[in-house]
């Protein structure tokens, strides 16, 4: 994913982001620190914050895809091992209100502009409690805010155009949620 953005990572980086990210995961509750350490191992290898989110969402957006598509499958075969049918509506409810989120969030992703107008929105009531000083920096932040939800916005649009073969042969690396490591950057 990063080769299909224009960067190239040394695969040894590569395998030190991977492992610290997944150690990282290992230590934190629900597994919410990996992704912050592989986001912040890939700004430091020159990877603007925007793209390097791109990447992590990416492979997140690719778990989802591959688990989402699996679980009828799973239900199918595990239809005798599940306690009750009303064990597999629940399970398939989850799975529906996951892929509408995730509908949310590709919606998200054509308007950028809906996203900038929110955080707008956020950091305009956030801004009164921090006092009249902060115009300034308040500004700067949200011209930074909005220039990496470009290169974000930019960087899907990459991935879904031009990096596509390079995307399917790093989705054959990437299930990091089932416990192996996640190549999706030597893609």
Same mark, same amino acid.
């Given at each position: 994913?990063?080769?299909?953005?224009?960067?190239?990572?040394?695969?040894?980086?590569?395998?030190?982001?991977?492992?610290?990210?997944?150690?990282?995961?290992?230590?934190?509750?629900?597994?919410?620190?990996?992704?912050?350490?592989?986001?912040?191992?890939?700004?430091?290898?020159?990877?603007?914050?925007?793209?390097?989110?791109?990447?992590?969402?990416?492979?997140?957006?690719?778990?989802?895809?591959?688990?989402? =598509?699996?679980?009828?499958?799973? %239900?199918?075969?595990?239809? /005798?091992?599940?306690?009750?049918?009303?064990?597999?509506?629940? %399970?398939?409810?989850?799975?529906?209100?996951?892929?509408?989120?995730?509908?949310?969030?590709?919606?998200?992703?054509?308007?950028?502009?809906?996203?900038?107008?929110?955080?707008?929105?956020?950091?305009?009531?956030?801004?009164?409690?921090?006092?009249?000083?902060?115009?300034? =920096?308040?500004?700067?932040?949200?011209?930074?805010?909005?220039?990496?939800? /470009? %290169?974000?916005?930019?960087?899907?649009?990459?991935?879904?155009?031009?990096?596509?073969?390079? /995307?399917?042969?790093?989705?054959?690396?990437?299930?990091?949620?089932?416990?192996?490591?996640?190549?999706?950057?030597?893609?």
């Amino acid at each position: 994913m990063c080769n299909a953005l224009g960067y190239k990572v040394n695969y040894l980086k590569i395998v030190e982001i991977i492992l610290s990210g997944v150690f990282v995961a290992g230590v934190t509750p629900s597994s919410a620190g990996g992704e912050p350490v592989r986001l912040s191992m890939l700004h430091m290898n020159r990877i603007p914050l925007g793209k390097a989110t791109a990447v992590i969402v990416g492979e997140r957006l690719l778990d989802a895809f591959l688990v989402s =598509s699996s679980l009828p499958f799973a %239900l199918y075969i595990m239809k /005798d091992t599940l306690p009750s049918s009303k064990f597999n509506v629940a %399970l398939l409810i989850a799975s529906l209100l996951a892929l509408m989120a995730l509908s949310f969030f590709i919606y998200g992703l054509w308007k950028p502009e809906k996203v900038k107008n929110i955080i707008r929105r956020i950091t305009g009531r956030i801004a009164p409690l921090l006092g009249k000083h902060t115009d300034a =920096s308040i500004s700067h932040l949200m011209e930074k805010v909005d220039r990496e939800v /470009d %290169l974000f916005h930019e960087s899907i649009w990459i991935f879904i155009s031009v990096g596509k073969k390079k /995307d399917c042969y790093g989705a054959c690396f990437l299930p990091t949620s089932f416990g192996r490591l996640s190549f999706s950057c030597l893609s």
